[in-house]
């Protein structure tokens, strides 16, 4: 993955980058003999959106995976919010993968799954939060259906935005989110 260089003139010479909220450098993966991803580096700043094009088999589940904590690179380094994922937990903590996989719980609410999610990390006031998200992605008005009963969209939707890490990488095969959705 080739390196953006970064901007010139006067505005950018005066204010600073944001910071890194994703830095990978030379990540390698290897299954036996194949490599799935060879070498990838890149830096990924608080606002900006990172896109992964590819044709199956491509490498690029594997880098998501790779970036959430979930594989351990063959060679290479990831550091999220400045923590090493080699780290392990405290690692994770900081990232969720939203993965085509709804991960959901389809007998659940999506309300109950976000609440889930909340409790999972500790959150003070599971109630609050969950509203909060719902309403964030617009799904609170069937916050109550089962989410075996909600549309792709709107599964995603309540998954993307459970409560949880700051940092959210996802693997969405059939949709780019519009402004609204971000």
Same mark, same amino acid.
């Given at each position: 993955?080739p390196?953006?260089?970064p901007?010139?003139?006067?505005s950018a010479?005066?204010?600073?980058p944001?910071?890194?909220?994703v830095e990978?450098? !030379?990540?390698v993966?290897t299954f ?6 060879d !070498?990838v580096?890149?830096t +990924?700043?608080q606002?900006?959106? +990172? ?5 199956n !088999? ?5 880098? +998501?995976?790779?970036?959430? *904590?979930l594989?351990?690179?063959t =060679?290479?380094s ?6 090493a994922l080699r780290?392990g937990r ?5 990232v @969720? ?9 389809? =007998?659940?609410?999506?309300r109950?799954?976000v ?6 990390y *500790? ?16 799904v609170?008005d069937?916050?109550?259906?089962p989410?075996r009963?909600?549309?792709r *969209? ?15 990488? @996802? ?5 780019v989110?519009g402004p609204?959705e971000?």
């Open positions: 993955m390196s953006v260089p901007a010139t003139g006067s010479a005066r204010s600073s944001p910071p890194a909220v990978a450098e !030379g990540l993966r036996g003999t194949r490599k799935a991803v !070498g580096s890149f +990924l700043r606002g900006e959106c +990172l896109a992964l094009f590819g044709p !088999g491509a490498g690029k589940t594997t880098l +998501l995976r790779l970036l959430a *904590g594989l351990a690179p =060679a290479g990831c550091r999220v919010a400045g923590v780290e405290a690692a994770r903590a900081l @969720g993968l939203v993965s085509h996989a709804s991960m959901l719980y389809g =007998a659940l609410s999506a109950e799954n609440e889930f999610a909340a409790r999972m *500790g959150l003070p006031d599971v109630a609050a939060a969950a509203q909060r998200a719902l309403t964030t992605m617009r609170a069937r916050a109550d259906a989410v009963a909600l549309s *969209g709107l599964q995603q939707r309540a998954r993307a935005e459970r409560p949880g890490p700051d940092s959210k990488i @996802g693997e969405r095969r059939d949709h989110p609204k971000r």
